[in-house]
């Protein structure tokens, strides 16, 4: 899948003339839409706000959604369902500032039903995203996942049913020390791998000491698996 992001909004993607900024240019997008279509063999899809600035009517994002699907060919929408201001806000400040606004998405799938449609923004828990799929095709979590992807581990039988054990976040570390290894030999930093995985026991007893542990350690010349090590070892067992 390639996706084409219509929603940034920093200042830096605006002087490109992509991001959001391309929400007002339906034409253009749905040009490179259909372009980049004649060229892979893999769906195009495009993930946009659902307005920029003064223009966050529902017309505003239907017309937008009905250009790019005819003309375009796109047949898959991520949602974020806030506007972005492209002037007077940081892109943090667009994630967190313009209100979520999910019943539009929802109306959107209505309207677009041969459309398919996935929703993004603020979703926490797995029980948000199940009251999501009862409107849409599809739910996307972006900083929730990151800075806590152990919300994760429970998505195949919750989201989609499959009968499987799920892992304890002590195995999915130690399931990581090959990868590791690997690109240990290979020059690579072990500070830029366990970055990642900071979040991994949020919430959790020994969260802080593997977070602090981690971040003192990996960062060092010649740091290994062993720091890794050391720091679940401050984890107390899961049962």
Same mark, same amino acid.
């Given at each position: 899948?390639?996706?084409?992001?219509?929603?940034?909004?920093?200042?830096?993607?605006?002087?490109?003339?992509?991001?959001?900024?391309?929400?007002?240019?339906?034409?253009?997008?749905? /040009?490179?839409?259909?372009?980049?279509?004649?060229?892979?063999?893999?769906?195009?899809?495009?993930? =946009?706000?659902?307005?920029?600035?003064?223009?966050?009517?529902?017309?505003?994002?239907?017309?937008?959604?009905?250009?790019?699907?005819?003309?375009?060919?796109?047949?898959?929408? =991520?949602? !974020?369902?806030?506007?972005?201001?492209?002037?007077?806000?940081?892109?943090?400040?667009?994630?967190?500032?313009?209100?979520?606004?999910?019943?539009?998405?929802?109306?959107?799938?209505?309207?677009?039903? !041969?459309?398919?449609?996935?929703?993004?923004?603020?979703?926490? =828990?797995?029980?948000?995203?199940?009251?999501?799929?009862?409107?849409?095709?599809?739910?996307?979590?972006?900083?929730?996942?990151?800075?806590?992807?152990?919300?994760?581990?429970?998505?195949?039988?919750?989201?989609?049913?499959?009968?499987?054990?799920?892992?304890?976040?002590?195995?999915?570390?130690?399931?990581?020390?090959?990868?590791? /290894?690997?690109?240990?030999?290979?020059?690579?930093?072990?500070?830029?791998? =366990?970055?990642?995985?900071?979040?991994?026991?949020?919430?959790?007893?020994?969260?802080?000491?593997?977070?602090?542990?981690?971040?003192?350690?990996? !960062?060092?010349?010649?740091?290994?698996?062993?720091?890794?090590?050391?720091?679940?070892?401050?984890?107390?067992?899961?049962?």
């Amino acid at each position: 899948e390639i996706n084409l992001n219509v929603g940034c909004p920093s200042d830096r993607v605006q002087n490109g003339r992509f991001g959001a900024c391309l929400m007002a240019e339906p034409e253009l997008v749905a /040009e490179c839409v259909s372009a980049m279509r004649d060229v892979v063999d893999v769906p195009v899809t495009v993930k =946009t706000r659902i307005g920029i600035d003064d223009q966050d009517s529902y017309e505003f994002l239907t017309d937008f959604v009905s250009i790019v699907s005819e003309k375009g060919g796109c047949e898959q929408f =991520t949602i !974020h369902a806030r506007k972005a201001w492209l002037s007077g806000l940081s892109p943090k400040e667009n994630r967190e500032i313009p209100p979520l606004d999910y019943p539009r998405a929802y109306q959107l799938k209505k309207d677009f039903s !041969h459309l398919t449609i996935a929703i993004n923004g603020g979703v926490k =828990t797995l029980e948000e995203s199940k009251e999501h799929l009862q409107h849409l095709d599809g739910v996307m979590v972006g900083r929730e996942a990151y800075q806590n992807p152990y919300i994760l581990a429970n998505v195949d039988q919750e989201i989609f049913g499959l009968d499987k054990p799920v892992k304890k976040r002590s195995q999915v570390v130690e399931e990581m020390y090959p990868y590791i /290894e690997q690109q240990l030999s290979q020059g690579a930093y072990l500070g830029h791998i =366990t970055r990642h995985m900071l979040g991994l026991f949020q919430n959790m007893p020994g969260a802080r000491q593997w977070r602090r542990y981690i971040s003192e350690n990996a !960062h060092k010349p010649g740091s290994g698996i062993e720091v890794v090590e050391a720091a679940l070892a401050k984890i107390p067992k899961e049962l």
